[in-house]
């Protein structure tokens, strides 16, 4: 057992890793006027994108996992209308990413089992669903990052 934890915990911090790597690879050309713009009259900008990422990793594996104390107020990552240089929430980002690394390099093979309950996460009910949930959805939305930023090279 103790050896799948420690497989499991290597491989889902080199996921989170390479998440932010590929956000970095699309996110840094952009100028901060570029972050905030929406190329298209629905969805969100990239910014704010990386904003509900941080957000959210924040909550579900912060405050809910390494009980960082972390309040999320999700509608504001959608919909901030400051602007932030596109450094601090860069900076933002990385310090959530290092966070749930640590946090999931932290975990014992029994803690993997752990009961977990957060809010609109029914379906998660032990840790390592979280952390997998977790994995799926940064990447879902880094794959939108990358459509959005082609976009605003046009």
Do not use: C
């Not at 919909?79 to 966070?99: G, N, Q, S």
Request: aromatic letters at 12%; hydrophobic letters at 35%.
């Amino acid at each position: 057992m103790e050896y799948l934890a420690q497989t499991v915990a290597g491989d889902l911090a080199v996921y989170y890793e390479m998440a932010r790597e590929q956000l970095h690879k699309w996110v840094d050309p952009l100028t901060n006027e570029q972050l905030w713009r929406k190329p298209y009259p629905y969805g969100n900008s990239v910014g704010h994108l990386i904003l509900h990422l941080t957000g959210n990793l924040s909550y579900y594996i912060g405050a809910r996992v390494a009980e960082t104390g972390y309040v999320r107020n999700r509608d504001l990552e959608f919909t901030d209308p400051k602007p932030r240089p596109k450094e601090e929430v860069l900076a933002a980002f990385d310090r959530t990413i290092a966070m749930v690394v640590e946090t999931i390099r932290k975990q014992k093979p029994e803690d993997w089992l752990k009961e977990y309950s957060a809010e609109r996460e029914p379906e998660a009910k032990e840790r390592f669903n979280i952390f997998l949930r977790s994995a799926g959805h940064a990447y879902h939305h880094v794959g939108q990052i990358i459509y959005l930023a082609n976009e605003l090279k046009k």
